[in-house]
């Protein structure tokens, strides 16, 4: 393999496979990051060869996120203090993004803190379908270069490729971008429904009108599907409304206290893409990022 000797792709704990890929991809060298934890917790990082003068991409998903963002945030700044010509975040899944505004008094708009850290740290930012929902762009809170791509493209191959005559259904007003964007892209039909979260826990979905789903296959596509509820709500209304078929498709597979099981014991296909390491993970998005180096 050739070597672009520019640019080095460094894997950090979250995403290793996935920045191999890359590597192969973009004919860049793969460097491990090396790191252990002392048995006070601290993390101790070491970069695995001789960064001067390079181009440092680490790549890191943000999920389960708080070590994994310490873990950048020490990479990035030994990266430039041993000479490294820039620094690069490549978020597949970038964290903290739902918590765009401050929902009770007095507290942390943590999506805020996270960009102003790596604004500090590193020269540019690439990710995907971050959960842009408040904030129309990531510009509104990162003062560094920042590229947003988006897997509605892969979405709807898989879709084509994998499911005849679908109807898709955004559970949400704010997954109305991916599920309008997808459908218009298969050229099928789509709606989006009403929910009111009132915790994590605790999701209520309304289905705005009398859908006919008899004997249909029925998709709903997320961004995120965390512990599941906003799907498992969908999910009972379309099989009351006949669905014949279900998936549930997602860009980020958080899946936290076994949603992606519940989702299957309902009967659901459930499908991701890798932003986040899954047995879900159907869609391979390494390729748009691997465009972008
Ligand atoms: C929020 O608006 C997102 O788009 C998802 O709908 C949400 O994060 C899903 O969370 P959960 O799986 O916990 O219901």
């Known amino acids: 393999m050739s070597d672009k000797p520019c640019k080095v792709i460094v894997g950090c704990s979250g995403s290793v496979d996935f920045a191999k890929r890359i590597a192969a991809q973009t004919k860049c060298r793969f460097i491990p990051l090396d790191t252990k934890k002392f048995p006070d917790g601290e993390l101790n990082l070491r970069f695995t060869s001789d960064i001067k003068g390079k181009k440092v991409y680490l790549v890191q998903s943000f999920y389960d996120p708080n070590d994994k963002l310490i873990e950048v945030f020490f990479a990035a700044k030994t990266a ?17 993004m739902r918590q765009d505004k401050r929902f009770r008094p007095y ?23 971050p959960h842009l929902h408040r904030y129309k762009s990531l510009d509104e809170i990162f003062t560094i270069r920042t590229k947003t791509l988006t897997a509605d493209d892969l979405i709807a191959d898989y879709i084509k490729d994998n499911i005849k005559s679908p109807i ?10 991916w599920a309008r964007t997808v459908a218009e892209k298969i050229g099928c039909e789509v709606d989006v429904l009403k929910k009111k ?3 994590s ?5 309304k289905i705005k009108k009398r859908l006919d789903l008899g004997g249909k296959s029925v998709v709903l596509i997320d961004d995120i599907i965390s512990t599941g509820h906003t799907m ?4 009972k209304d379309v099989k009351r409304l006949g669905a014949k078929r279900i998936y549930c498709i997602c860009v980020h597979a958080l899946f936290v206290e076994n949603s992606y099981e519940k989702l299957r014991k309902m009967g659901a296909e459930v499908v991701s893409c890798n932003t986040i390491p899954h047995k879900s993970n159907g869609i391979d998005v ?3 990022i691997s465009r972008e180096i």
């Open 197 to 199: 979260r009132y915790t």
């Open 168 to 177: 898709i259904i955004g559970p949400d007003m704010e997954s109305y971008q």
């Open 80 to 96: 430039k203090e041993l000479g490294a010509r820039g620094v690069f975040i490549i978020a597949p899944y970038l964290c903290y």
């Open 107 to 129: 507290e942390a708009i943590s999506s805020r803190v996270m960009a102003a850290i790596m604004n500090r740290l590193a020269d540019g930012i690439i990710t995907v379908d």
């Open 286 to 288: 390494s390729g748009l």
């Open 232 to 235: 498992m709500e969908v999910v």
């Open 201 to 205: 826990e605790h999701v209520a979905i």
